[in-house]
Structure formats: structure tokens, C-alpha cells
């Protein structure tokens, strides 16, 4: 059966991203049992939604924010990220291509995904980074492209980066001490490290992220050093609460709270403001009056942002994560290489966003849990 009706068709076209007008790929390809419970009531009867209805969850929750781990390989060996032991790696053959990871940034940027970030691993490892940040910068409708690094190889490759489009930039550095720093990462590296801040900075990037997992009797001593980075840098040093993934000996004594932090730095900053933030962002401002800079706070543990997440991951091996902490997966890599439709697979993404559960477990349901090593999930 053909769709001869226009408004039929313009109805279908509204509801699957305008990919197809042929009934029969949906209604026997895809049954309407298989489509997101949320999705099938009045499927053909609502008027089209402002965003996807396919990447909005059963709590409304709009999924405009995708991150694409390129790689599970790493040059750094980071005691929070990656057992001790190292990790077992998926074949390269298991890994998503550069074309295929092109093509799924194309169809959530379809669907309405307007900000995509690279992660890994570490992503300035894989020798087409370059070449995939320019073929996804050119995604129309795509706002920002993003990449969380550790630095190592940053200044090196940031030249070409931003000539490919990359506007916006995470480094990860979790201390100012580079004895600590190789205690940490369990590897060389520090003025690498500070090197490529300072390329994003001299590059005009602002701001340019720093992140921090902060733990208690490592590096929580450095926080006020770490703020005051930001009196004469256009420098945005986000503290994260440390969190739990298999593999990294997480102990709640080791988690230093949001509020505790905040108390520290306040004692030396009373003065230090609130900061205006996006409904959906991740991070609690602040900024010292007069610094150039400001500070976050990543509160996973402390005060989830369960209720505003907008976010959704593809692994390295091509599996949709709905939410960080969430061990269920869905393999987007198998439908591709079994040649499925656009249709099938925005059915698959739809019924897995519909899933997406209100809030994570918390910090502790959390820490029993059974969930990829941080190494192997991406940023």
C-alpha cells in the first residue's frame, strides 16, 4: 500500500522527519506495538510537535544534546575512568565507522539534536578526528560541536580542529600539582596538559572548560587555587562530584559534596555570585565579582539533574545509552549493518528514549550496580 492521501502523507512525513511517505515501511516493517507506548496514542491524529516526538521522552524531557564517545582507547590511565587493571577493548571491527558515526550525527540532527560532543576514550586519538568534526560540523541545523579531551595531544591538533569547526572545548585536569597529576592519570603529561589550555585560550575559546573530578584526600585541597585560575582567564573550572562506574573503587568517603565545596570557597570568596543557567544544564555558576572566569559544580550525586536531562549517548561500539547511569543499552551499530530503514531505526531510538527512566538510582543503588567502566561509556 503506497500513501496516495497528501495530508496522510504530510501527517507521516511531520511524525518520522519527512523520510518516507510509503505506509507499509511503518505499518510492517515497524508495528505500531513496537513504537513507544507514548507515541501510538493518536498517532495520525496529533498535530506535529515543535520538537521530535522521538527523542522526547515519557516526561517530556526534550533530547537535544547528543555525545558520541570516537574511541575506547585512552593515553591517560585515570584511577576515577579506568580500573587499575586497564580494560578489556572491543574489536576494532565492533566499532562504529567513521561513516556510520556521520551518519547517525545526521539523523538526530534530523530529529532535532542541535549540539553534539565527541568524547572517547580520548577522541584526539583517533587519527580522522579532524576530518569527523568537519563533516559533522556541516550538519544543517546543528548548532555547536563540542569535545571533551584531557589535553594531552590538544595543542598539537587545536589549530586544525578549529578550522574544521570546533566551537566549543572541555579539558579534563584534576589538579595544579604535576607530581599528583601523574599519581592520578598514572602517566606523564601535566605541561601537555596546560599547553593546550593555553592554545584554546590564544585561540580566542571562551570559555574554555576545565574539568575537575574532585575526592577527598586527593586533590579537594586545591580547590581555591583552582578558582583563582580564573581571576585573569576566560577559564570555566567545573568541579564534579566523583561518581560511581565499575571499576573505580568509588567509596562515598571519597565523594566531596557540591555544598561542602562551596563552603570552602566562599570562606575565601563570600562575596562569590550566582550565575543565570540554561533549564537544562548540568552545572550550578558561580563567579567571583571582577574575575574573568567563573566556577561550576557538577552535583550527579549530591543534587541530581534528573527532571532537566536533555542528553543521550552512542557508545564507542555504536549502543544508545538514554542515561549515564543506566546499564540498559540498545545497539544502533547492528541496525545499521543490517541494512534496516531510517524509519526502523528512528523506532528503535524513539522506544529507547520512551524508556528513559524519571531519575538514575542514586549515589548508592548506583554504586552496586552493574555498568561500562567510564572508559567505556564516553564523557
Not at 527523542?55 to 544534546?65: A, I
Not at 579532524?130 to 584531557?150: H, S, Y
Amino acid at each position: 500500500v503506497v500513501c496516495t492521501s497528501s495530508i496522510l502523507c504530510k501527517i507521516m512525513k511531520q511524525r518520522l522527519g519527512g523520510y518516507s511517505c510509503r505506509v507499509e515501511k511503518l505499518l510492517f516493517s515497524v508495528s505500531p506495538q513496537e513504537l513507544p507506548t507514548t507515541r501510538r496514542k493518536g498517532f495520525l491524529t496529533e498535530p506535529a510537535a515543535p520538537f521530535s516526538a522521538f527523542l522526547t521522552d515519557s516526561f517530556g524531557r526534550q533530547h537535544n544534546y547528543l555525545r558520541i564517545s570516537l574511541t575506547e582507547k585512552c593515553n591517560l590511565r585515570c584511577q576515577y575512568c579506568m580500573p587499575e587493571e586497564g580494560v578489556q577493548l572491543t574489536p576494532k571491527s565492533e566499532l562504529l565507522t567513521t561513516q556510520e558515526i556521520i551518519t547517525l550525527a545526521s539523523l538526530f540532527v534530523k530529529e532535532g539534536v542541535n549540539k553534539i560532543r565527541l568524547t572517547g576514550g580520548e577522541p584526539l586519538i583517533r587519527p580522522d578526528v579532524v576530518d569527523i568534526v568537519a563533516q559533522v560540523r556541516k550538519l544543517e541545523g546543528l548548532e555547536t560541536i563540542a569535545v571533551t579531551t584531557n589535553g594531552i595531544n590538544l595543542a598539537r591538533l587545536l589549530p586544525r580542529l578549529k578550522e574544521a569547526g570546533l566551537n566549543a572545548i572541555n579539558i579534563s585536569l584534576d589538579t595544579l600539582v604535576p607530581a599528583k597529576f601523574e599519581f592520578i592519570v598514572r602517566r606523564k603529561g601535566f605541561h601537555k596538559v596546560m599547553e593546550g589550555i593555553q592554545k584554546a585560550i590564544d585561540l580566542g575559546y571562551d570559555p574554555v572548560k576545565v574539568n575537575c573530578v574532585v575526592m577527598r584526600g586527593l586533590n579537594e585541597d586545591e580547590l581555591l587555587d583552582f578558582v583563582a585560575l580564573t581571576e585573569k582567564q576566560p577559564l570555566d573550572v567545573r568541579f564534579i562530584e566523583y561518581m560511581p562506574f565499575d571499576g573505580n573503587k568509588w567509596n562515598f568517603k571519597k565523594m566531596v559534596s557540591y555544598k561542602e565545596m562551596l563552603d570552602t570557597i566562599k570562606q575565601r570568596w563570600p562575596e562569590m555570585e550566582t550565575l543565570p543557567c540554561e533549564a537544562s544544564s548540568t552545572a550550578k555558576a558561580y563567579k567571583v565579582p571582577g574575575f574573568q572566569g567563573q566556577v561550576s559544580f557538577i552535583t550527579s550525586m549530591s543534587e541530581h539533574f534528573c527532571g532537566s536531562c536533555n542528553r543521550l549517548r552512542i557508545t564507542a561500539d555504536g549502543n544508545l545509552k538514554v542515561c549515564l547511569f543506566g546499564n540498559s543499552e540498545v545497539s544502533l551499530r547492528d541496525h545499521l549493518r543490517s541494512n534496516g530503514t531510517e524509519e526502523e531505526l528512528i523506532a528503535i531510538i524513539g522506544a529507547a528514549v520512551d524508556r528513559k527512566k524519571k531519575q538514575h538510582a542514586g549515589m548508592f543503588n548506583i554504586s552496586q550496580m552493574k555498568n561500562r567502566p567510564m572508559i567505556l561509556i564516553g564523557g
